[in-house]
């Protein structure tokens, strides 16, 4: 009987018939549809991979939601580069001091082994800093003893200016390679009205073991000639401890103080030189901003960086025989550098301005394929800003030959809407160091910032390098001088045997980076100001 009602509906009425059948059938389908999202939502809030606390969940690069769900975390060791970094300087920066209410790291289901009565067992892990976790309001409910922060926590959290850059700046060990450019040293530039020191303190070869030693560079410019130092030390001289910053060559060292200022010694008696160079100095951050450690490459080929000073300020004294120089509040700025360099160019710059806008640009390329994307990396008053990639570098060549020499450069660096312009007119020249093709360059530079507002048009040098490209001479960097004016610095692209970091030219044995004391979290929960979504004791 049904059935013939139906049909006798449909002869009779059709398109009445079919629009009731069209909207059954879309009120199941949205039906179906929310079930299956409330059903999802409740997996998720039962799921041990999410369940943990704060409005926003901060996961490694490269990670969908999906495999993290499903335990990607626990299954696939992820960490978070440079979690530290992004803890202090960004989420518990300035910048979003009235936006963010907490932040707390957190490594979530790290498979260990225990030794129990003679036997090995596999077992799941988890850690979390307590003050951290309680101020997010996921702490665990404590059942005996007590949970409290512990050095290291503390540590991780708010590091002193000596332990920061002693985590920053230790040395390493090479490991198995074929290269024979192994080379890592201590760079400080400091910066005078009228010229300005370069100083490196280095170690190359087979370290520790084979055929190695140290070696001393420096320029020295008081507002005359620039003269040039070079001394090399035989490994006994030499004492350095993977893991730690303090170096020392001979009778010249690096040390960080208790207070994180760098001590700096140097006695350098170069063989071609009538008088020795001695060097006093004591650098300090002006503000704490720095590059944390980047290393690219792998073992066949390894280069590593790390910019614990982008801005600070130099007090001592630089003699040349009898000739001394004080020199007080002096811009200064430290960098360090390891890996091998058969074949390796780079660009390298650094610019502070007097409104407190501090660039670093860089790359790294090798047998003139880049191996590093090209960067700009830049911190304002208010802490960490971005790091944008660099569109073109386009720099100006005056001369010809081994004498050729930048008279500009142009530097564009992007992201979506966020845009940084330089422009550097190259006033002078003078070489630096004893490297060949390698010039020093004090020049005037206009900056132009457009970072977090629409790109400003403007127009382009005609010599262009691609993204990604980089140029085989000499990179720059800018910064003001004391009295204000910008002074540019060249850094040099060091060629195979043309390197003088290749101290009795023996065979190194690649790089490793030295192991941390804590592990990077696998996730950072983050909890806002105005968060109000919360069930019971657990915020969702």
């Given at each position: 009987m049904i059935g013939r009602l139906v049909a006798a509906s449909l002869r009779q009425r059709p398109g009445r018939s079919a629009l009731l059948l069209a909207g059954y059938a879309l009120g199941v389908g949205v039906t179906v549809t929310l079930l299956s999202i409330g059903g999802a939502m409740v997996e998720q809030s039962r799921d041990r991979e999410l369940v943990g606390g704060g409005d926003l969940v901060v996961m490694p690069e490269g990670l969908d939601l999906e495999t993290f769900r499903t335990g990607g975390t626990s299954s696939l060791y992820f960490r978070i580069d440079h979690a530290g970094f992004v803890y202090r300087e960004v989420l518990r920066g300035a910048r979003y001091r009235e936006d963010i209410r907490t932040v707390a790291p957190w490594i979530e289901d790290e498979l260990v082994y225990l030794r129990v009565d003679g036997e090995t067992v596999p077992a799941s892990a988890s850690g979390e800093i307590p003050s951290a976790a309680r101020a997010l309001g996921a702490a665990p409910v404590l059942v005996a003893g007590e949970w409290t922060d512990g050095a290291s926590d503390s540590a991780w959290m708010s590091p002193g200016d000596s332990a920061l850059y002693a985590s920053l700046d230790g040395f390493h060990l090479p490991d198995a390679g074929t290269d024979s450019t192994w080379a890592e040293w201590h760079y400080f530039n400091v910066s005078l009205p009228e010229g300005g020191l370069y100083l490196t303190y280095m170690i190359a070869g087979e370290v520790p073991d084979g055929r190695w030693g140290g070696r001393l560079l420096a320029t020295w410019d008081d507002g005359g000639e620039e003269v040039v130092f070079d001394r090399r030390?035989?490994?006994?001289?030499?004492?350095?401890?993977?893991?730690?910053?303090?170096?020392?060559?001979?009778?010249?060292?690096?040390?960080?103080?208790?207070?994180?200022?760098?001590?700096?010694?140097?006695?350098?008696?170069?063989?071609?030189?009538?008088?020795?160079?001695?060097?006093?100095?004591?650098?300090?951050?002006?503000?704490?901003?720095?590059?944390?450690?980047?290393?690219?490459?792998?073992?066949?080929?390894?280069?590593?960086?790390?910019?614990?000073?982008?801005?600070?300020?130099?007090?001592?004294?630089?003699?040349?025989?009898?000739?001394?120089?004080?020199i007080r509040a002096a811009p200064a700025?430290?960098?360090?550098?390891?890996?091998?360099w058969r074949d390796v160019t780079w660009d390298w710059g650094q610019l502070v301005t007097d409104d407190g806008l501090s660039l670093l640009y860089g790359g790294v390329s090798r047998d003139g394929i880049p191996v590093s994307a090209r960067f700009a990396y830049l911190f304002d008053d208010e802490g960490f800003l971005r790091v944008l990639p660099i569109e073109s570098l386009d720099i100006g060549w005056s001369g010809d030959g081994a004498g050729e020499v930048p008279a500009s450069i142009a530097l564009l660096a992007a992201r979506g809407r966020d845009t940084v312009r330089v422009r550097v007119e190259v006033t002078g020249v003078g070489a630096l160091r004893p490297w060949r093709r390698s010039p020093a360059v004090a020049a005037r530079c206009s900056i132009r910032c457009a970072a977090r507002r629409p790109s400003a048009a403007g127009s382009r040098a005609t010599r262009s390098l691609p993204a990604g490209a980089a140029p085989s001479r000499p990179g720059a960097a800018c910064r003001p001088g004391p009295s204000g004016r910008p002074i540019l610095r060249a850094r040099t692209n060091p060629r195979g045997g043309d390197d003088p970091r290749n101290v009795n030219r023996p065979a190194p044995r690649g790089y490793a980076r030295s192991t941390p004391a804590k592990p990077e979290p696998s996730l950072l929960r983050v909890r806002g100001r105005a968060s109000t979504h919360e069930t019971g004791d657990r915020p969702t």
């Open positions: 030390v035989d490994a006994e001289a030499v004492q350095f401890a993977p893991g730690r910053a303090d170096l020392r060559i001979g009778e010249s060292s690096v040390r960080i103080r208790g207070d994180g200022t760098y001590a700096l010694e140097a006695r350098i008696d170069d063989p071609d030189r009538p008088e020795p160079l001695r060097v006093r100095l004591e650098i300090r951050a002006a503000r704490r901003r720095y590059l944390p450690p980047v290393a690219i490459g792998g073992q066949a080929f390894a280069s590593g960086y790390v910019v614990p000073l982008l801005d600070a300020r130099a007090d001592g004294s630089v003699c040349v025989g009898g000739r001394c120089r004080e700025y430290h960098d360090h550098n390891w890996g091998v």
